[in-house]
């Protein structure tokens, strides 16, 4: 029904950027209804929240550790949503992972991943410094 796919990922230094892409399989139906967000979860930690977007209104809302280094997006057209990740620093180290909220009535982003329905498999991110 929904199939999600990260890209993007790789070793950079301290002080790098990155883009990390997920595209999204699923109908416009679908599309239309969702939140879809990125997660991270590096050895030994929990996985955490980092950013999601409502794809029909394309609000955004960004955990506290990254909200003023990284920006999420989607472009409609594609059917693909991003995440550009900018100073990257040691502790950004992760695999990434894109969610999918597919959930009638979805009124925000959740940053909890139990909510979320689909997974893609990840994308690792390492960040030398």
């Known amino acids: 029904q929904v199939q999600l796919v990260e890209s993007g990922g790789g070793l950079v230094q301290a002080g790098a950027s990155l883009r990390l892409s997920c595209t999204v399989s699923?109908?416009?139906?679908?599309?239309?209804?969702?939140?879809m967000a990125w997660f991270r979860q590096a050895p030994g930690k929990e996985r955490e929240f980092v950013a999601g977007?409502?794809?029909?209104?394309?609000?955004?809302h960004y955990s506290d550790s990254v909200k003023a280094r990284f920006a999420i997006s989607r472009d409609n057209a594609k059917n693909t949503m991003y995440l550009q990740l900018n100073s990257l620093k040691a502790e950004d180290t992760a695999v990434y992972y894109c969610?999918?909220?597919?959930?009638?009535?979805?009124?925000?982003?959740?940053?909890?991943?139990?909510?979320?329905?689909?997974w893609g498999q990840g994308t690792q991110v390492t960040v030398s410094s």
């Open positions: 699923a109908s416009e139906q679908i599309l239309g209804r969702s939140a």
């Open positions: 969610a999918a909220d597919v959930n009638y009535g979805i009124k925000d982003v959740s940053t909890s991943q139990y909510i979320y329905d689909y």
């Open positions: 977007i409502m794809w029909s209104t394309n609000s955004a």
